[in-house]
């Protein structure tokens, strides 16, 4: 004879470990949208020497910019 009740399958471990997983994932997601609005707000001139080190843009492209930047403030 088969018992199905609250305690067949995975049980109360089952269960807790879908709630840990479970409340995990929502704290990362939370974590990661708050990382992404973090870098909306970066300035441009961050943003341009971001691009420079990490080598998209050479020296004489990053002072051209530079200055154009400080002269429309």
Request: aromatic share 16%; hydrophobic share 40%; glycine share 12%.
């Amino acid at each position: 004879m088969f018992y199905y009740g609250h305690m067949s399958g995975f049980g109360w471990g089952g269960m807790m470990i879908f709630w840990i997983l479970f409340i995990g994932l929502v704290i990362w997601l939370i974590w990661q949208n708050q990382s992404k609005s973090l870098s909306v707000n970066k300035t441009a001139t961050q943003i341009l020497r971001e691009r420079y080190a990490k080598g998209e843009i050479g020296k004489k492209e990053f002072e051209e910019i530079k200055n154009k930047l400080q002269g429309e403030k």
